[in-house]
């Protein structure tokens, strides 16, 4: 159990690794890009020990399953419907266990069989802090999603409620949280798996696809909430040079949701969210939420420079664009 | 010029690195792989500081060239002729200057002019250490290299000389020499430009597909030298299930070499040379080296359990498979 990398050396380290791997992948220089029939996308996300995750919070495969998860979301919420493959770059000390790293792949093969794709290739060196860099490709679908596609008239739609990570992060490291009050058991539980577990709507793309009204053009604009709603809401508005309005009565928030409007700031800019966020023709945006029921119209988009505006006109005051910047 | 990263924040980071990137990419969650005519070759390699380098022997310009060429280099030796692109995902504690950063992706510019690509995407994140993730992604030619690609009656090729970059180390931090010796100032000048700012022979592999003799099938064996000559060799015998005979007359040093054969040692086993190492059929290695005078045919190989002798039929002694392990 205790066996470390410096006890068994690199070679066996990858030899262990082989079987999360597509096969014979670990005995070349480059991997080669297989079935592809469509338009690639590319997308490389960086996960770093004590400030993306740290051991109190965050076991190997959790941390694997993320490093999956968040780089899924990137290609999802940009019109992949079908992920082909990630390569993993790694860094770790000499005194991480096999164990950890056995583990860190147990969960990437895990979020692997759930989201689609392949571990292809890879690098790993030696370092004093864990850090996994994962590349991702998908297949573009007929839909490419930009954030600057938005425009005026739209309804902005998420895929689900927002908050539930940040949520979940409070109460592993036993924060406190906004206000005094008792959370329902489901909340915590569904905290809990967001931070930890956190799903990816991979099958909601297949069905925005699928739901488009043919008067319609393939234009739509998406991103993620990975860096927290307000901040895709922010993200659109500024590449699309427009304006959002968030209604103040459809914040999506888990039903068990504490009521304080305090609580709306963890919603808002809480993070880690990996829901889509969309911005849609009316009519596409209404279809869409009755074909899937999770899907939330959450406001509009409207001319003018960039900016958020609750539906009462009042600018929102909590905007913290900052907050997952890293310098 | 002293302007840190903490100074500035991630906005303006990002804004400042965007004249090194393919135009607009900055601005979305993910990269589309454009102009895709082939199959596609992907390769992973992350350098960490003072692991794979130090701001003692390397500038963060080197650094970025170093960074983009080793990544080049395992495509060139798999069999990718034409570099697409790259992404790039960096670690940097805060308080690394602005300048730093914009030098390291300077040498990446540079790297990225002389063998192709561009940069489509990445990500960044703090932490203790610097380190520089690299995706590549290259189209595939005619001819995919494996290092399990060799048959015996092959003989052993490669683009150039080796243990300059290791000789090149040991100037650079004033390391005893393996013996005391006056070196020409000829030789001096290329174990740092090869330390510092490797080339890699992007164009050979042009060349080796254009003179494939009509009789032959589309097969040789292919890797780097980027953990060192031996380490290259024992990879395609491996791999390939066989025996190499290399000529102790023929190893591949530059002409100012000391001849004393300690020195063979860090021709053998320097690494970071980047250049080919090749198993071809006999006719096709001899008209390869008949069009490129730089190529040298360094031994044969045959049957056998993977093992590497002198052509005097010694064992390899100094051998040392574990030179570039990190655990």
Not at 27 to 43: M, Q, R
Not at 165 to 171: E, H, K, V, Y
Not at 210 to 239: F, H, M, N, Q, Y
Request: charge should be neutral; aromatic fraction near 6%.
């Amino acid at each position: 159990m205790n066996t470390t990398l410096a006890d068994v050396g690199e070679t066996e380290l990858l030899n262990r690794l082989k079987k999360y791997m597509r096969n014979g992948q670990i005995n070349d220089d480059t991997a080669e890009i297989t079935s592809i029939e469509k338009k690639l996308l590319i997308n490389t996300d960086l996960v770093v020990e004590n400030i993306h995750f740290s051991e109190v919070t965050t076991t190997p495969e959790d941390i694997g399953w993320k490093a999956i998860a968040s780089n899924v979301s990137d290609l999802i919420c940009s019109g992949s419907e079908k992920i082909n493959s990630f390569t993993v770059g790694l860094v770790l000390p000499p005194h991480t266990t096999l164990q950890w790293v056995e583990s860190l792949y147990t969960g990437m093969k895990a979020a692997m069989k759930e989201f689609g794709g392949e571990i292809i290739g890879g690098d790993c060196s030696s370092g004093t802090n864990k850090m996994v860099s994962i590349t991702a490709i998908g297949e573009l679908s007929s839909l490419r999603l930009h954030r600057g596609n938005a425009l005026p008239g739209d309804y902005l739609v998420t895929s689900g409620n927002h908050g539930l990570s940040r949520l979940g992060l409070a109460l592993l490291i036993s924060e406190k949280l906004p206000t005094k009050v008792k959370l329902s058991q489901g909340l915590i539980n569904r905290a809990i798996k967001a931070h930890q577990r956190p799903s990816v709507p991979h099958k909601a793309l297949k069905t925005l696809i699928e739901c488009k009204p043919k008067s319609l053009p393939w234009r739509a604009a998406g991103t993620d909430s990975s860096d927290g709603l307000l901040a895709a809401v922010e993200g659109i508005c500024t590449s699309s040079n427009c304006q959002a309005i968030l209604s103040k009565s459809s914040l999506p928030k888990d039903p068990d949701w504490p009521k304080n409007q305090i609580w709306n700031e963890w919603c808002l800019n809480g993070g880690e969210d990996y829901e889509l966020v969309l911005s849609l023709p009316k009519e596409w945006a209404e279809i869409l939420k009755s074909e899937l029921g999770f899907m939330k119209i959450i406001g509009h988009i409207k001319e003018g420079s960039p900016n958020i505006f609750w539906d009462n006109l009042e600018k929102i005051e909590n905007y913290n664009s900052k907050r997952f910047q890293h310098f």
